[in-house]
């Protein structure tokens, strides 16, 4: 077996111990004679599994008491619908701050559901920094705003939030969750895809404040009702047993390596390592500019498309895999989730560092 190093963007690595134990405990879960993938979801063996996720998570991202916890399926995307039902409700207003495809397609949802108004875009600059949001851009009567907090494909980061005042701030963490401490009781409601950095693909966190639940338009589906679903402690229907299980040894390997503070120092330490290569090279660039850097998602460009393409090709080769750039933007990005070893960034960069002399 050869593992290779694996800067996928989504779904992406998870790490080893965590596959390890999946693995050891496939056939047999504990001394239930199943495997958690049987399991009936109503067993108290699997209550026990759900029920440890959760105060798992509430402590490590130190998820205040009166926020509920959801989990959920259809993905980040179907939040861009869900949001707008259940929040757009009082004055059926809502503030969006375009900073990339993700955040845009937010917003084109909601668009659906009431008056949703950009108030600040990147996209003048293909989406390479945040705007500087100040409170009088905000519509005091705005039922809630929205930003992406970690901007995947662009590599971008809101490092600061904006002051929201009394209306609800709600955020796309899809590709940051867990990569460093979070202060959630600055946020109406939190959500994310756990492809990136929690668990197979699968399953959507819902981090939301109680009072925000329970208000959801008349149109709204039954299953796309917050209030479904945490007056049923996510079981309302069969909930994505296995990838809850998952993400449940990734919160107990985040519990057990030191927390959200230690997830920060060693992610910052991997961002450091290809940032200062990338500022120091002359064949690589990042494309981002420094103060809004993303830890997580990396992207760079030779300038010159072939170039571009070689060095996939060749990264790929020896074994650094999923390093070309989304397709709407090309070049080469790096995704470096917490499962992503300190060792694979050093690896890649003195890749880069070989593949820039011999290509000078
Ligand atoms: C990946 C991603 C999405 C889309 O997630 P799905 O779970 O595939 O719907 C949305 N937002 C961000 C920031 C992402 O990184």
Redesign the pocket.
Known sequence: MSRVYNFS??PSMLPEEVLKTAAAEMLEYGTSGQSVMEMSHRSKEYQAIIDEAEADLREIMNIPDNYTVLFLQ???????AMVPMNLMNKNKKADFVVT?Q??K??YKEAARYGNARVIASSEDKTFSYIPKITPDMIDPEADYVHI??????YGTKWQNLPETGDVPLVA?????ILSEPIDVSKFGILY?????NVAP?GL?IVIIRNDLIGNAMDITPTMLNYQTHSENGSMFNTPPCYTIYIAGLVFKWIKKIGGLDYMRKINSEKAAILYDFLDNSKMFKGTVVPEDRSLMNVPFITGNEELDAKFVKESKAAGFVNLKGHRSVGGMRASIYNAMPVDGVKKLVEFMKKFEEENA
């Open positions: 963007a989504g259809g993905g980040a995307s179907t939040q861009f990339g993700w955040a397609k937010a992406c907090m970690n901007n995947t494909i796309d963490i899809s590709s940051c994310a895809g756990a492809q990136k693909a959507t």
